[in-house]
């Protein structure tokens, strides 16, 4: 029990010194570089990108240089951190993937050229060193304030507030979407039925309406927990903490996932409820934390074949048990990775394709930003990115199923300047995050402020119009427990 208490954090939460550790290439790096290059020898006859080698010591030397950029394992989940990982799934496992077993074309018309791919890499390194040195200048500018470390204030009359109206509009968002306990079900047993009921729902104020509401349910259940996790948890065994948080898990996953089968939806919230437990109920080994993401993350990926309708669910409990070697041939778990993860030939198609040099001086970002929006962003669409490169991809057919990567986006807009600049501002926003998680005084805003950095560090290998998607849908639960609180607070002043 001591343990436990001691494990808890209260008020800003205290890393450990990262700018202390002693600097120098890491061992990791020296290694994967040296069998990168002897698969390089050995396989004489398969195309190679020695710029995935440059890549690789980019990633392990920025930290070096920029000492705020280093992995803190005291804190394993927490915006810096996010930032490093999605890093180095795009700066270093998928250029060296795509070494080792060739680029996968994916749903692109054909592979670009060889040049263009070693561009596209080039692109990704010049902006991961803007977001770091963008980093370090913020941290050496706006260093973290000295707070006391005290326990977070009693605000048990603003979570019962806002719990009870995010239940009931959160509620009202399920009656809106499904109208009923057997379409929920469908919802989740067969995604065919459910996506022809949504074609039909397209466009009405009741179909809006459920989309707007739904995540003030899953909301709502994260506001119970962190309120117990400021109140109860530190008088609270682990093994209680652990079975409260799993509980609570279930709900919040529930909450979350009924936006129409989006993994990040309900993903980005499991994440932070993650980061909020190991901040400040117990910390856990590294190497369990990256098995049960090893193990979530190959579960979600089988939900994404399981949402294209080419399953039911009991086609896909058996894909999951490995019993259907039928089913299995329909996961190209190397072509998924790739696809997901945006390697570097989807960036260099878009700068083949957009080869002429023609800039669009901030006309497609501000588009791909007015995209999502209801009604408003409708004149938007046809010049935004996102339009711009299905139409590459897939031609005039209005299939919009592709993000453009960010990257190729600012390119096509301002070229160079566009990506040190763009992610320039992204790495102060990162420190911004990263301030904000460490100071945070309660468990519901070290919760907001991971699950704010998810989606905006998303920007690193997405799309600007999915990050503004999600604002735009998902952030008004957010937005009223601000409010509420300022409310509440002015309540007490008077």
Known sequence: MDNTRRAIQWGPIRPQSITSRPAGLPLWALVVACITVLRMLAGADQQFFPTALVALFAYAMM????PSCRFDPSMPICPRNLALFIYFVHLVALPLLINFVGPAEGVLPKMPSYYHITIAIILEILAFISFCVSYQISANRLPIANRENQGPRDES???????AVCLAVGGMGLWCSFGSVESLCTYYMDPTRHKMRIDEQD?????????????FL???????????????????????????????AVLVLFGYSTFNYNRGSFVAPLIAMAGVFLARIQRLPLALILGIGSIVFSFVLLLGVYRSGRMNVQEFSA?????????????????????????PQFLGFLIEQNDDGHLYWGRT?????????????????????????????????GVLDQIIPFEGELFMNFHLLGI???????????????????????????????????????????????????????????????????????????
């Open 218 to 248: 899953g909301f709502a259940f994260v506001l119970i927990w962190c309120h117990w996790v400021d109140q109860r948890a530190r008088s609270s065994s682990f093994g209680h903490c652990l079975r409260t948080t799993a509980t609570m």
């Open 319 to 343: 894909e999951t048990k490995g019993a259907s070697h039928e089913n299995t041939q329909n996961v190209d778990i190397n072509s998924m990775l790739q696809v997901y993860g945006a390697a």
């Open 63 to 66: 930290p070096v240089v920029c």
């Open 203 to 215: 466009g009405t104020l009741v179909g809006a309406a459920g989309t707007f509401f739904k995540p």
């Open 365 to 397: 970002l501000l588009s791909s930003l007015m995209f999502p929006i209801p009604i408003i962003g409708k004149s938007f669409r046809a010049t935004s990115g996102v339009v711009i490169y299905n139409e590459m991809i897939y031609g005039n057919t």
């Open 420 to 494: 040190v600049v763009g992610y320039g501002i992204l790495g102060h926003v990162a420190f911004r995050l990263q301030r904000a998680f460490e100071q945070s005084s309660s468990a519901i805003k070290c919760f907001i402020s991971i699950y704010t950095a998810y989606w905006i560090l998303f920007l690193i290998q997405g799309a600007l119009a999915v990050v503004s998607q999600i604002f735009v849908y998902s952030f008004w639960p957010i937005c009223f427990y601000f409010i509420s609180k300022l409310i509440f607070a002015g309540m007490r002043r008077a």
């Open 157 to 163: 009359g603003l979570t019962r507030f806002c719990t």
